[in-house]
């Protein structure tokens, strides 16, 4: 079983929807919880990222952390088809050290 | 313009033809890694580097090697590629404080082994 799950999509959605991007995680020591984006053809970017638990809000983009239930979330308000892209989830934490263990990735496309 | 740059970008080669992929970033960061992705597993990490002279193995190593002689450069050799190791690499680096969380990567490089 992977440490983290992430649904790979393909997702579309029509230009001004709320999207929610989620995965879920099997490690309780992970405390870093990273949100980037990967447009096609290039390499990942940080889009955000929280330690812990909570919300943290950054424009038009929300992460939340629940870390009882173990599942991170990336809202994407009022989408835009520049945030056409691949979305990764990233964690760390615990005994991993300087690793990052990341989600296969959710594909999105918003559609003007 | 702070940047991490790979070379080449795409490569087709044979098996068990040694070949060197290069990874520089002008950041002056001390972390610096080697990941691959592949439809269905992500974004896996191959080695890193926590400063210069200072290696160690991610979560799969196997078939790959790497050197740290200079904080700027983490060139990723494979000696003997096999057709398993087609992939998409990338380089990443950041700097060691702030948990790692912000890791820039490079443009990418697409490996074909025949």
């Known amino acids: 079983q992977k440490e983290v799950e992430q649904d790979p999509g393909p997702l579309s959605v029509p230009e001004g929807a709320i999207v929610s991007l989620n995965c879920t995680y099997s490690?309780?020591?992970?405390?870093?919880f990273m949100w980037y984006r990967q447009y096609s053809r290039k390499g990942p970017e940080l889009l955000m990222y929280?330690?812990?638990?909570g919300n943290k809000e950054d424009g038009r983009f929300t992460a939340q952390v629940d870390k009882s239930s173990k599942y991170i979330s990336l809202f994407i308000r009022d989408s835009q088809p520049s945030d056409s892209a691949t979305y990764l989830c990233?964690?760390?934490?615990?005994?991993?050290?300087?690793?990052?263990?990341f989600g296969e990735g959710t594909q999105l496309t918003v559609n003007p | 313009e702070a940047q991490v740059t790979q070379n080449p970008r795409y490569l087709i080669t044979v098996t068990g033809k040694k070949l060197t992929v290069t990874c520089s970033q002008n950041?002056?960061?001390?972390?610096m890694s080697w990941y691959r992705q592949d439809p269905g597993l992500g974004l896996r990490q191959i080695y890193y580097?926590?400063?210069?002279?200072?290696?160690d193995k991610g979560d799969v190593p196997e078939g790959y090697k790497v050197s740290r002689k200079e904080k700027r450069n983490f060139p990723l050799i494979l000696e003997s590629p096999s057709p398993n190791q087609t992939s998409l690499y990338f380089c990443?680096?950041?700097?060691?404080?702030?948990?790692?969380?912000?890791?820039?990567f490079g443009p990418g490089t697409r490996l074909t082994v025949l």
């Open positions: 990443a680096s950041s700097r060691s404080g702030g948990g790692y969380v912000t890791q820039y």
């Open positions: 490690n309780s020591a992970f405390q870093y």
């Open positions: 929280t330690y812990s638990s």
């Open positions: 990233a964690m760390r934490g615990g005994t991993s050290g300087s690793r990052l263990t």
């Open positions: 950041m002056n960061h001390e972390y």
């Open positions: 580097s926590m400063n210069v002279e200072v290696t």
